[in-house]
C-alpha cells in the first residue's frame, strides 16, 4: 500500500512559481496495479519520482508498507564512472539481493553485450534504458512504478519487457504512466487521473480511461 498525505509540489520556471500537485491525497491499495493518467506536463513523472523517493515534496509526505521501486527504466541513479555491470552489483547490495543473481539476470535480459563491462556514462540513452528496465525488473519489489514501460528499445526487446512486467505484477502491485490505452487496460484493474495539481481516483480502469479522455477532449483544437 502507497499513501499520499497532502502531497504539494512547487516548482519556479522563469520566476513563475508552478504548483503541479496541490494537496494530493490517496491510497493506492497494495496488489492493485493503477494506472496514472494526465495530459503531457501533468505532473505523473513527478509524482512518480516523489513516490519512488527520488524527488522531495514541497509539502506532504508519501509512506508504504512495502518496498516500492524507483521508476522503471529511470537511469538518473547509476554512477557514470562505474561499468554496467558494477552498477548493478551496487544495487543488489543496496537491496539485499544476490549480487551475481541480478548481475547475469541483467546480462541476459539487457542484451547490451560489451558493453555491459564498459562505463555507463558513455552508453547511449536507449542503452542506458535497457540496463535500468533490467534492473528493476530483477529485484523483487511489492510495487513497481512503471513509466512508459514499452518505449525502449527495439519492437523484439519491448515484448519481451512487456512479457517480464506482466509476469512481476502478477505477484506485486504497480503505478503505471503510458499513452496506449490499450496497453493500459491489458496491465491495470484501477486508475487515478492527475489534472491542475489534483489526484482522482477510480476503481474501475474503464472509468479512468473515460475521465482522462474527457479531459482530452476538452484540450483538443477546435
Known amino acids: 500500500m502507497i499513501v499520499l498525505e497532502n502531497l504539494t509540489k512547487r516548482f519556479v520556471q522563469r520566476g513563475q512559481r508552478r504548483t503541479v500537485l496541490d494537496r494530493v491525497s490517496a491510497v493506492f491499495p497494495s496488489g492493485r496495479s493503477v494506472a496514472l493518467l494526465g495530459r503531457n506536463g501533468a505532473g505523473k513523472s513527478t509524482l512518480m519520482r516523489i513516490i519512488a ?98 518505449s525502449v528499445g527495439d519492437a523484439a526487446f519491448r515484448a519481451r519487457s512487456t512479457e517480464l512486467f506482466r509476469h512481476r505484477i502478477q505477484t506485486a502491485g504497480a503505478v503505471v504512466v503510458s499513452h496506449s490505452m490499450p496497453q493500459l487496460r491489458a496491465m491495470c484493474d484501477c486508475g487515478a487521473v492527475l489534472e491542475r495539481g489534483r489526484l482522482t481516483w477510480y476503481d474501475d480502469i474503464e472509468a479512468a480511461i473515460a475521465h482522462h479522455e474527457a479531459n482530452m477532449a476538452q484540450l483538443a483544437p477546435g
Open 53 to 150: 523517493g527520488t524527488m522531495d515534496p514541497t509539502e506532504g509526505q508519501v509512506w508504504s508498507t512495502g518496498t516500492v521501486s524507483w521508476p522503471v527504466g529511470f537511469a538518473g541513479s547509476f554512477h557514470p564512472d562505474l561499468t554496467g555491470a558494477s552498477n548493478i552489483r551496487f544495487l543488489a547490495r543496496i537491496y539485499g539481493t544476490d549480487a551475481d543473481d541480478l548481475v547475469r539476470f541483467v546480462e541476459d535480459f539487457a542484451q547490451l553485450g560489451q558493453s555491459y563491462h564498459q562505463t555507463f556514462g558513455n552508453y547511449s540513452s536507449g542503452m542506458k534504458s535497457r540496463l535500468a528496465f533490467g534492473a528493476s525488473m530483477g529485484i523483487d519489489f511489492d510495487t513497481y512504478l512503471v513509466d512508459e514501460v514499452t
